[in-house]
T-cell receptor
Framework: NAGVTQTPKFQVLKTGQSMTLQCAQD?????MSWYRQDPGMGLRLIHY???????DQGEVPNGYNVSRSTTEDFPLRLLSAAPSQTSVYFC??????????FGPGTRLTVL | GDSVTQMEGPVTLSEEAFLTINCTYTATGYPSLFWYVQYPGEGLQLLLK?????DKGSNKGFEATYRKETTSFHLEKGSVQVSDSAVYFC?????????????FGRGTSLIVHP
């Protein structure tokens, strides 16, 4: 099993550009989520999904969109990148309410 | 809402010292409790867990006991190694029937010197 995979690992964007962060899992987990991690702020939940076709907002959803068309994939879209979105982004999945499996992260810089 | 409070770091120890990282929580019912570890440049990975009161989770010499009466889940290790240097996160997932939002502590950085 590959576990949770994320692409890309690194990305540099200019303000106003859009992009999609990819996340996939091969463990048949119904629950998937996106976090951002910033120095001194810990992990903050952006969006989560409890199954295909079902998504909901977390703590910091503004500026991000998600969709869940399959159990395996949960992409995160940045609509118009801003410097405040410079961060490390982690995708995670689980059989709720069990342990979460995290991907390796995407390090995003917005200039 | 739910909350997790863990001691601020960094915690700096010499090799073979005893480690305690305190974690207390606020939640209704019986949440599941976790400790995750994050090594530099990597994602979080599960270190140990406990799903009911008085359960003890253990892994790689680390232990934590689910204390309902004190709403705590303190992480301990008897003899730390340089390779234990990392950031440790205490976390909970709500009891069944609750929300689908996990709660993480802010993380505690551990630095172990030879």
């Amino acid at each position: 099993n590959a576990g949770v995979t994320q692409t890309p690992k690194f990305q540099v964007l200019k303000t106003g550009q859009s992009m999609t962060l990819q996340c996939a899992q091969d463990m048949n987990h119904e629950y998937m989520s996106w976090y951002r991690q910033d120095p001194g702020m810990g992990l903050r939940l952006i969006h989560y999904s409890v199954g295909a076709g079902i998504t909901d907002q977390g703590e910091v959803p503004n500026g991000y969109n998600v969709s869940r068309s399959t159990t395996e994939d949960f992409p995160l879209r940045l609509l118009s990148a801003a410097p405040s979105q410079t961060s490390v982004y982690f995708c995670a999945s689980s059989h709720w309410p069990g342990e979460q499996f995290f991907g390796p992260g995407t390090r995003l810089t917005v200039l | 809402g739910d909350s997790v409070t863990q001691m601020e770091g960094p915690v700096t120890l010499s090799e073979e010292a005893f480690l305690t990282i305190n974690c207390t929580y606020t939640a209704t019912g019986y949440p599941s409790l976790f400790w995750y570890v994050q090594y530099p440049g990597e994602g979080l990975q599960l270190l140990l867990k406990a799903t009911k009161a008085d359960d003890k989770g253990s892994n790689k010499g680390f232990e934590a006991t689910y204390r309902k009466e004190t709403t705590s889940f303190h992480l301990e290790k008897g003899s730390v190694q340089v390779s234990d240097s990392a950031v440790y996160f205490c976390a909970l997932t709500p009891a069944s029937g609750g929300s689908y939002i996990p709660t993480f502590g802010r993380g505690t950085s551990l630095i172990v010197h030879p």
